[in-house]
């Protein structure tokens, strides 16, 4: 597990709300996320995590409550340089080949020449997607694209990585290698957000984060909350504690 200090804070939320007409999708959520941290957002679909991903990256804008990103409120421009974001749904130019699509999102990285060449070959090797780099992007399978959005989050080395749902549709032996360079990039100082329904993968999380109707009803190393609830897993923990929630609002 990364140790950090309680002071380095890379993302901090105090009582984010949001709501879509009358539905409210974050009720008062608060969270501090440490830098070199690989924290994980675990909840049913629904439950806000994407919303609030959004938010952290400046993406959508809370209706109520305060996000910092790094020390900055967000959203800011300029903070596009130091995090790398990858959405649940790919953002890709169909039409354009993988590396048209590599180069064109690294330079608006800030990436120029030798740099870009190096980090484009390099990225696209980690997600396996090398051969492919000439192909359009329309040719590439849904599991492809997902790899080509995760190799260009990548591109520019951000200090905070944000992932949303980041292995849908990726093979089990390209998911494990992924997981083992996401703890490489944790323990090299990168903090990553990654927001997951596997349960093998929240166990893998330095903390986690159990969201559910846009609430918070833990945050805690995946050992914490096992020690907590008694629960022999994490999926047996989060409907624990999920039960005791509704419990305390119907008392």
Same mark, same amino acid.
């Given at each position: 597990?990364?140790?950090?200090? !309680?002071h380095s804070t890379a993302v901090a939320l105090k009582n984010v709300t949001r709501a879509f007409g009358h539905r409210t999708v974050l009720d008062r959520a608060s969270l501090t $996320?440490?830098? =070199?941290?690989?924290?994980?957002?675990?909840?049913?679909?629904?439950?806000?995590?994407?919303?609030?991903?959004?938010?952290?990256?400046? %993406?959508?804008?809370?209706?109520?409550?305060? @996000?910092?990103?790094?020390?900055?409120?967000? /959203?800011?421009?300029?903070?596009?340089? +130091?995090?790398?974001?990858?959405? !649940?749904?790919?953002?890709? #130019?169909?039409?354009?080949?993988?590396?048209?699509?590599?180069?064109?999102?690294?330079?608006? #990285?800030?990436?120029?020449?030798?740099?870009?060449?190096? +980090?484009?070959?390099?990225?696209?090797?980690? @997600?396996?997607?090398?051969?492919?780099?000439?192909? /359009?992007?329309?040719?590439?399978?849904?599991?492809?694209?997902?790899?080509?959005?995760?190799?260009?989050?990548?591109?520019?080395?951000?200090? $905070?990585? @944000?992932?949303?749902?980041?292995?849908?549709? &990726?093979? /089990?032996?390209?998911?494990?290698? $992924?997981? !083992?360079?996401?703890?490489?990039?944790?323990?090299?100082?990168?903090? $990553? &957000?990654?927001?997951?329904? @596997?349960?093998?993968?929240?166990?893998?999380?330095?903390?986690?984060?159990?969201?559910?109707?846009?609430?918070? &009803?833990?945050?805690?190393? /995946?050992?914490? %909350?096992?020690?907590?609830?008694?629960?022999?897993?994490?999926?047996?923990?989060? %409907?624990?504690?999920?039960?005791?929630?509704? =419990?305390?609002?119907?008392?």
């Open positions: 597990m990364t140790i950090v200090s !309680q $996320i440490h830098r =070199g941290e690989l924290f994980g957002l675990l909840g049913p679909s629904g439950s806000g995590k994407t919303t609030l991903i959004k938010i952290m990256a400046g %993406i959508d804008r809370a209706d109520a409550g305060e @996000v910092h990103m790094l020390g900055v409120p967000m /959203p800011k421009l300029e903070m596009l340089h +130091r995090f790398g974001y990858m959405a !649940q749904s790919d953002a890709l #130019y169909m039409e354009l080949t993988g590396r048209q699509n590599m180069a064109f999102f690294g330079k608006l #990285y800030g990436l120029r020449r030798s740099a870009l060449n190096r +980090r484009i070959e390099e990225t696209a090797a980690l @997600v396996d997607l090398a051969e492919h780099l000439g192909n /359009p992007v329309a040719a590439y399978s849904g599991g492809m694209k997902r790899r080509l959005s995760l190799a260009i989050a990548l591109l520019h080395e951000p200090e $905070i990585l @944000v992932l949303d749902e980041p292995t849908v549709g &990726i093979d /089990p032996v390209l998911r494990q290698s $992924i997981w !083992q360079e996401l703890h490489v990039l944790s323990r090299n100082g990168t903090t $990553i &957000i990654v927001t997951t329904h @596997v349960m093998d993968e929240a166990e893998q999380c330095d903390r986690l984060g159990l969201i559910r109707e846009g609430r918070f &009803i833990a945050t805690d190393t /995946p050992a914490g %909350i096992l020690q907590h609830t008694g629960a022999a897993s994490i999926e047996e923990a989060f %409907i624990t504690l999920s039960q005791r929630t509704e =419990g305390g609002a119907r008392a």
